[in-house]
């Protein structure tokens, strides 16, 4: 049998750059969801300020896969 996934949706944001701010969203959900297996930039957006790109955001589905191992447990989150 395959496996079966939850999705999840969250954004991310970090000063640096685009590949931070999906690290850093990845980091935090790994905290309390077990199980990742994938992730989805679904949108990118950014702020200006005074010309220059000062901020980026992204977000992000990620997919968790349900553990086949203990029958009736879920993943957490």
Known sequence: MGNV???TELAGSSELGIED???GAVATASKT????????VKE???HIKDG??????VV???GFRYD??????????
Not at 33 to 40: A, G, I, S, Y
Not at 52 to 57: E, S
């Open 33 to 40: 969801l077990r199980n990742l297996d994938w992730f989805e």
């Open 52 to 57: 220059k790109v000062a901020h980026y955001q």
């Open 68 to 77: 086949d191992k203990s029958p009736g447990t879920a993943p957490l989150g």
């Open 44 to 46: 990118m957006r950014g």
């Open 5 to 7: 996934y939850a999705i």
């Open 21 to 23: 701010a999906i690290q």
């Open 60 to 62: 992000v589905r990620l």
